[in-house]
């Protein structure tokens, strides 16, 4: 049984989804101008680019980027981002070159990427990559520096080496900490995706985006948008669920019920 | 046996001055002895306890264990802080044999030896309790539980049960001294409650405050099993209480003098 509440709270995301489209269908009536087509307009142009076969690929391979862009960003962030965390020496060597590279936005590095590396997919991938490493890092390194060092030293009681106690007690114990620097990762990992098509205009989901917007198809620009959107929102989801099970144990509100089998 | 010899410890304040935590610290502590180290906040004696743990390194002098130097925490020393320090990630069960894995006890055994050590320590049915669903003296348990589950020789207690309220840090006294009559294991116990150390030890050192120094080791000479009830109305009870209290409240005047 779900409660009337929960169902609210469930189909809230929906409902808001909705009432955009709502306020989009009636200022784009409203304007009547053809750049800014109808809600309906661009939702019924979505079929014809998601059947279209080439504009599948391009967005396949802008998800095959960004899929590998994240991934080495955190399988390299996560680790130097525990280290820093754990060693002043580390933290003090990696942090003034961390801060300078913070504030820049990364798709500003996308012209010298491309000089050096070319407009192809090795270019792109390393801006997503630097778009997701930061707040990986940052918050592997906040989530390493908050272990508690009673825990550590519990551990080293029970004979846990250097490395175990890095592995089996920071890692666990910074995990949610970690997992909120890769939500934000990810949604930068779509931003930065976005972006590098859009400098670099040889494939991917912006490059269709802004060929549309030179070619004055707005039906399409928008639908690209609500496309790369639901791209967003759904990855999101999706990791928001996998965040949820990995650390069931630090959610504030959860509680299991007071029964036992 | 666990000797410390002339241990002496320096801090480093943020100030970049020097803050002398103990001073020439001597101190012997017997097999199977109860022994509490009871200061005024400050005194160091938590650092001490840290020292014989191998968690800290003393800047001058020397902790021996069985004859040989601490140079690093083991297995035979085991810890139960005040803060409970448990795994928040690990159940009850999974936090309790976390110790004998990692001692390379077999999976069945070490459930089996956990369940017990649960149910020892009251907390039979909440073994797939997460430390977050419990209260402070339930983590305490959990604590206790997680640190015997590996067999330490020394078990060494760092105020456990400073952050529990009255009522339960009483019962958790009791039920200490029951789990301790069963194996006799040594004890190093720090606290700052008089009627606490009294109550549990054999043997109380009472602290000077910063920097640290033993004041008087008073031997608690008092029968066992001890019945809380009974020992509240113990004149020899209360005269421990009311002389180590004095000695305290003297420490404390020392320092107030220029």
Redesign the interface.
């Known amino acids: 049984m779900i409660s009337m509440r929960a169902l609210v709270s469930r189909s809230a995301p929906l409902l808001a989804c909705l009432g955009l489209l709502g306020i989009w269908q009636i200022g784009a009536l409203i304007l009547n101008t053809d750049s800014f087509p109808t809600a309906l307009d661009a939702i019924r142009a979505i079929p014809s680019i998601l059947g279209d076969k080439e504009s599948l690929i391009n967005i396949l391979a802008s998800l095959r980027r960004m899929a590998i862009g994240f991934s080495l960003a955190v399988a390299v962030s996560i680790p130097l981002g525990l280290m820093m965390g754990r060693s002043r020496g580390v933290a003090s060597f990696f942090n003034p070159l961390l801060m300078v590279i913070y504030p820049v936005p990364k798709a500003a590095l996308m012209p010298i990427i491309m000089l050096w590396l070319g407009v192809g997919d090795l270019a792109k991938t390393l801006v997503i990559f630097l778009g997701v490493s930061l707040p990986v890092i940052y918050h592997s390194f906040q989530g390493a520096k908050a272990v508690e060092e009673k825990m550590l030293w519990s551990g080293a009681a029970m004979g846990l080496s250097a490395t175990q106690r890095m592995m089996r007690i920071v890692l666990p114990a910074a995990l949610p900490e970690i997992l909120t620097g890769c939500r934000t990762g990810l949604v930068l990992a779509l931003i930065t995706m976005v972006t590098s098509e859009m400098i670099a205009r040889q494939s991917g989901a912006g490059n269709i985006l802004f060929n549309a917007l030179d070619m004055g198809q707005y039906d399409a620009v928008y639908a690209m948008i609500i496309i790369i959107g639901a791209m967003g929102i759904g990855l999101d989801a999706a990791f928001e669920k996998l965040r949820g099970k990995l650390v069931r144990w630090s959610e504030p509100g959860f509680d299991i019920p007071l029964s036992f089998a | 046996m666990i000797e410390i010899d002339r241990v002496s410890q320096v801090f480093q304040t943020s100030g970049r001055q020097n803050h002398l935590a103990l001073s020439e610290i001597s101190l012997t502590i017997e097999d199977g002895a109860f022994l509490s180290i009871l200061g005024p906040s400050g005194c160091g004696k938590s650092t001490l306890l840290?020292i014989v743990?191998?968690?800290v390194s003393p800047t001058e002098g020397v902790a021996r264990m069985k004859g040989k130097a601490i140079t690093?925490?083991?297995?035979d020393?085991?810890?139960v802080?005040q803060?409970f320090?448990?795994?928040?990630?690990?159940s009850v069960l999974g936090n309790v044999m976390?110790?004998p894995r990692?001692?390379g006890v077999k999976h069945a055994q070490a459930e089996a030896q956990s369940r017990a050590l649960i149910e020892m320590v009251g907390l039979k049915?909440f073994e797939?309790?997460?430390?977050?669903?419990l209260s402070g003296g339930m983590k305490q348990r959990v604590a206790l539980a997680?640190?015997l589950a590996?067999h330490?020789a020394v078990l060494l207690m760092d105020e456990p049960f400073g952050a529990l309220d009255a009522h339960t840090r009483t019962r958790l006294q009791n039920d200490l001294l029951n789990i301790w009559e069963r194996d006799r294991k040594t004890v190093l116990f720090v606290t700052h409650s008089v009627e606490e150390a009294v109550f549990l030890s054999d043997k109380v050192v009472v602290m000077t405050r910063s920097p640290g120094r033993i004041k008087e080791i008073v031997d608690i000479d008092l029968p066992r099993p001890r019945r809380r009830a009974e020992l509240l109305l113990d004149p020899h009870y209360q005269k421990y209480v009311v002389d180590i209290e004095r000695m305290i409240d003297d420490t404390s005047e020392d320092e107030l003098r220029p």
Do not use: D, I, M, S
């Not at chain 2, 690093?72 to 297995?75: A, I, L, M, N, V």
């Not at chain 2, 320090?85 to 690990?90: E, G, Y």
């Not at chain 2, 797939?128 to 669903?133: A, H, L, R």
């Open positions: 840290y743990g191998g968690f690093g925490p083991g297995p020393r085991g810890p802080f803060e320090a448990l795994f928040p990630w690990k976390y110790g990692q001692q049915g797939n309790f997460y430390p977050k669903e997680r640190t590996y330490p």
